[in-house]
Nanobody
Framework: QVQLVESGGGLVQAGGSLRLSCEASGGTFSNLLMGWFRRPPGKEREFVAG????????KYGDFVKGRFTISRENARNTVYLQMNSLKPEDTAVYYC??????????????????WGQGTQVTVSS
């Protein structure tokens, strides 16, 4: 069972930046598809970004539009989400997700994998 711990959330003004981190333990990190999801207030959980096992490929939710970058450091068992040009509508609880034994085509699905406890991101206008 993979354990995930997110950090880096907080309060930021619109146009600002935050960097989220997620450290994994209890599994072989380089075998895990990693992703970030978020749950805005009153809405369903949605896919934000995903990255392949070696970091070569990434994909993003349509709303990201070049503002966020996902990356990983397998030597540190950590995945990051750099968020720039933040908007009030980015306010949400952000969750780290780890998938083992899944294909790249499933990275955006919230139906599989292990989850962290979430970190709150609040963007003020």
């Amino acid at each position: 069972q993979v354990q995930l711990v997110e950090s880096g959330g907080g309060l930021v003004q619109a146009g600002g930046s935050l960097r989220l981190s997620c450290e994994a333990s209890g599994g072989t990190f380089s075998n895990l598809l990693m992703g970030w999801f978020r749950r805005p207030p009153g809405k369903e959980r949605e896919f934000v970004a995903g990255i392949t096992w070696n970091g070569e490929y990434s994909k993003y939710g349509d709303f990201v539009k070049g503002r966020f970058t996902i990356s990983r450091e397998n030597a540190r068992n950590t995945v990051y989400l750099q968020m720039n040009s933040l908007k009030p509508e980015d306010t949400a609880v952000y969750y780290c997700n780890a998938k083992g034994d899944r294909s790249w085509g499933e990275v955006a699905s919230p139906a599989f994998g292990s989850w962290g406890q979430g970190t709150q991101v609040t963007v003020s206008s």
